[in-house]
């Protein structure tokens, strides 16, 4: 065989420790062909031997980007290909295959995906014959045949009593760590716990009263605790009169001691931490060089042609930071306060409000990339290093399959949206 050009009879004289060496280096799209080769070549690079050898990742590299929701399923943007493929699909037809506690394996398309994280994707899955639990699986998008499932607790299996709220990599430890709320025994108390995929042991790491309406979402980490992005109330897509909710978003940091507000180990920001400048519609959190990161836009209606109609009205990045404040030499303040780093131009703009009709928005980040995408899967991505934006290609999968449809992709339905590096070093 031939790789890159390379003369096929090189090989033959090659050791295949030296063959190996040279497999290592391949990029992850590279590998992926390789597999399809032969059984032998597809057995070697699904190996744990060549996952703690492999040294082609690129940090710099366009990671996966999964969309998806309830009705219309899930679709994965492939950067090697420029393509969106379907999962099931024209990708993964083990993506909807899985296995219950007693080991009997199950298809269901009643999944979501609620987090990711260095190179895994969380998987909320509701069997088909109890709507009322869910299951909790991880699995790695480069070889979506091997899974971990999450043995939930007895509070947290009732759909209604219980929902993850993402999954972050947390670097102290170098390991992948869960985030899950649930009712507590307390029926005044949420209680938040945390799952260390590497120990496989759930932790409690706060708890919450109810009767402060906070929702919390996109939880990250930094220096070994948990970040989420919390609001006041659960924030809704209007009805098709109302004008969109607007939320004051804040971030909250996991606080382990007895001497904050609730004196035990909680979340802290209504009082610590400043509020983002203005009200948003939708937000994320994320990390850049140990910075905390928000994006987010905000929607207005429109009457367009005797219709109302929801169009994106702007988008910014913001990080918080500390600045010094000073009335004179001998008095010097700290305080953090949200600074904008970038907004969107109109341009970007006008391609994602290009159709004028009832839309949903939705974004996610990761350190180096921004998306943003709408209900009628339009998505723009906004590269952090070189602060460029560029429109991914459409859903062109959905043209030849049953998604062709006048009509939006989500349809009212909550979209998921999640960045996945490709990663093969990374093992369950």
Request: aromatic share 12%.
């Amino acid at each position: 065989m031939s790789y890159g050009g390379m003369n096929p009879k090189i090989w033959s004289t090659l050791s295949e420790d030296i063959v190996i060496k040279i497999l290592t280096y391949l990029p992850w799209d590279g590998i992926l062909r390789l597999r399809a080769v032969c059984v032998k070549w597809n057995v070697f690079f699904r190996s744990e031997e060549f996952r703690q050898k492999w040294e082609g990742r690129d940090p710099n590299q366009l990671p996966l980007c999964f969309m998806g929701c309830k009705k219309k399923g899930n679709t994965v943007y492939n950067p090697a290909t420029r393509k969106w493929q379907i999962c099931g699909v024209s990708i993964s037809p083990m993506f909807y295959t899985f296995t219950d506690e007693d080991g009997i394996s199950y298809n269901t398309r009643n999944v979501r995906m609620t987090g990711a994280a260095h190179g895994l994707l969380l998987l909320k899955v509701v069997p088909p014959w109890n709507q009322r639990k869910f299951d909790l699986f991880v699995l790695n998008p480069m070889d979506p045949r091997t899974r971990k499932r999450i043995p939930l607790l007895p509070e947290m299996q009732d759909r209604s009593r219980s929902w993850p709220l993402g999954m972050a990599w947390n670097e102290e430890t170098k390991s992948h760590r869960i985030l899950i709320q649930s009712e507590s025994s307390n029926s005044r108390m949420w209680s938040f716990h945390s799952y260390d995929i590497q120990s496989s042991k759930w932790e409690q790491i706060a708890r919450w009263p109810r009767d402060r309406l906070r929702v919390f979402q996109h939880p990250s980490m930094c220096g070994g605790r948990f970040l989420c992005l919390g609001i006041m109330s659960r924030s809704q897509m209007p009805d098709r009169n109302l004008n969109p909710i607007m939320e004051r978003f804040r971030a909250y940091r996991q606080d382990n001691s007895s001497r904050n507000w609730l004196q035990e180990p909680t979340w802290v920001g209504d009082d610590d931490e400043p509020s983002l400048p203005y009200p948003l519609h939708f937000a994320t959190l994320f990390h850049l060089d140990e910075h905390i990161m928000v994006a987010g836009g905000r929607v207005k209606c429109e009457m367009v042609k005797h219709r109302h109609c929801k169009v994106l009205q702007e988008f910014c990045v913001w990080k918080l930071q500390t600045l010094d404040y000073s009335q004179d030499s001998d008095d010097m303040t700290l305080k953090d306060e949200w600074i904008e780093v970038h907004r969107m131009p109109i341009f970007i703009l006008e391609q994602l409000n290009r159709d004028n009709s009832h839309k949903q928005f939705v974004c996610a980040a990761n350190e180096s990339f921004v998306c943003v995408a709408n209900s009628w899967r339009d998505a723009a991505l906004f590269d952090i290093k070189n602060h460029s934006w560029t429109m991914l290609p459409s859903h062109s999968p959905f043209e030849s399959e049953s998604y062709r449809s006048a009509a939006p992709i989500f349809e009212g339905y909550l979209c998921d949206l999640h960045f996945c590096e490709p990663r093969f070093d990374i093992s369950l």
